[in-house]
């Protein structure tokens, strides 16, 4: 069988969908009963893949490839498919709240997904949470769309002893409702108290209004103990989680969440806002913030950092919520899902 990717995702700074891609091809590569199969990857040579190479060139790159199933793991295919497609969408914040997002990319979103998501033979997502998401914004049979956990990508469990510097850490693009500047308010809360404390903030930028987070630092009145990085090599992400003693992912919204899955992975406590998604995905292995109030985050934080029998609680928590989430796993039922609809 042969299977076609859309594999613009791998260029360039992998994040999010390039992440997730890369880990499934590495899982089928390993996995003996995905070697009877051929995995064509289809990107441009040079230059930009936009929403016209993805309607009009990618059908052709099918064709001529022979495919017998095209998959897209970016939430949107070519509606022109000349092969049945799978498409893999994460979340559908675009459609949920259009106003995180300016007008033309929110509109290309939801219209390109939720055309994407009808004309597919079967829909892939990351949570029940944006299973039924799907199904409430894009009119989506539920029996169309499986969910499919990601797994975890293992984090090094550095020694966090309480005599070196308590390390703060958060990853992921930093989108206005992942509240970054409440996360900022509530460590200058704590960095009053314990002044070796340090922020570590690794993602890009993207927020729509747009928000000046030095800005943000500076006024908090602990900009010194605050670094903001819009991307790190592998190598230098790995030693953060190495270091960090607390991940914070303040987000309202999201598909899944991975990289607080990749903290439990290291051994850190992670401190989350309260959402249906989030309980759903970290269980009882997070300390769980109420409202996006700078106290709230704050007095949560002190707890992950200093609070060695609730440290302790959550660890133990932590084996159980990380035992759901395998890249053999998702690869295999994702496999499974794309032959099915080749057949």
């Known amino acids: 069988m042969k ?165 703060v850490l958060y990853v992921g693009s930093v989108f206005n409702r992942r509240h970054v500047p409440e996360l900022i308010e509530g460590f200058a809360q704590v960095a009053r108290s314990h002044p070796e404390a340090r922020l570590e903030i690794v993602g890009d930028n993207r927020t729509t209004p747009w928000v000046d987070l030095d800005d943000v630092a500076r006024r908090s009145g602990a900009g010194r103990r605050i670094r903001l990085r819009s991307y790190v090599t592998d190598e230098e992400l790995r030693n953060l989680y190495r270091d960090a003693r607390a991940f914070v992912f303040l987000s309202e919204y999201e598909g899944f969440g991975l990289t607080p899955v990749e903290a439990l992975s290291a051994a850190i406590p992670i401190v989350v806002l309260d959402t249906a998604v989030a309980r759903e995905i970290y269980g009882p292995a997070a300390i769980y913030v109420r409202q996006r109030d700078p106290g709230l985050v704050g007095n949560a934080l002190e707890r992950a950092l200093f609070d060695s029998a609730e440290r302790s609680r959550l660890l133990a928590a932590s084996a159980g919520v990380l035992a759901r989430y395998s890249w053999e796993e998702c690869a295999r039922r994702t496999l499974q899902i794309l032959l099915a609809c080749a057949r």
């Open 3 to 167: 299977v076609a990717i859309d594999a613009r995702e791998l260029h360039g700074k992998r994040t999010g969908v390039g992440r997730y891609l890369s880990e499934l091809l590495a899982a089928w590569r390993a996995m003996p009963a995905a070697s009877a199969h051929e995995f064509i990857l289809l990107a441009p040579e040079r230059g930009t893949a936009g929403t016209l190479w993805e309607q009009g060139t990618l059908p052709r790159l099918v064709r001529r490839a022979g495919a017998n199933v095209l998959f897209a793991p970016g939430y949107t295919g070519p509606l022109r498919s000349p092969v049945p497609m799978v498409v893999a969408i994460h979340d559908v914040s675009f459609a949920a709240h259009p106003e995180w997002f300016s007008w033309r990319e929110g509109l290309r979103r939801q219209v390109l997904s939720r055309w994407s998501a009808q004309h597919a033979a079967r829909v892939l997502t990351i949570s029940e949470f944006s299973k039924q998401e799907i199904v409430r914004y894009f009119g989506v049979d539920a029996s169309k769309i499986a969910v499919t956990y990601p797994g975890v990508t293992a984090m090094p469990d550095g020694v966090r002893a309480f005599g070196s510097e308590p390390v």
